[in-house]
């Protein structure tokens, strides 16, 4: 059908798991980053799993929140404050 559609318009066809045979493809790019693992469309191809990562570098945010290893004195503006005021 794709292929019978693209023939017969002279506007570009764009598919979304339609077919090859479109002038172009559109992928989610959370989908094809793996940003999200518990549903898959049948037309998705993942090129990078980066859900995972993303999960364990908010996960490690987090704890250094918790933590209060986070924000740092590297990460202010030390300017402003006494290098004693926030710790």
């Known amino acids: 059908l794709a ?3 693209t023939a017969d318009i ?3 066809t764009i598919g979304i798991g339609a077919s090859p045979a479109c002038d172009g493809q559109i992928l989610v ?3 094809m980053l793996g940003l999200f693992t518990s549903f898959r469309p049948k037309f998705v191809k993942r090129y990078a799993e980066l859900g995972e990562q993303a999960e364990a ?3 490690a945010y987090a704890t250094d929140v918790r933590n209060r290893h986070f924000p740092a004195v590297e ?3 030390v300017n402003a404050l006494k290098a004693g005021d926030f710790t």
Do not use: E, G, N, V
């Open 3 to 5: 292929r019978q559609i």
């Open 10 to 12: 002279d506007i570009p």
């Open 29 to 31: 790019s959370d989908d």
């Open 57 to 59: 570098a908010i996960a």
């Open 75 to 77: 990460h202010l503006y």
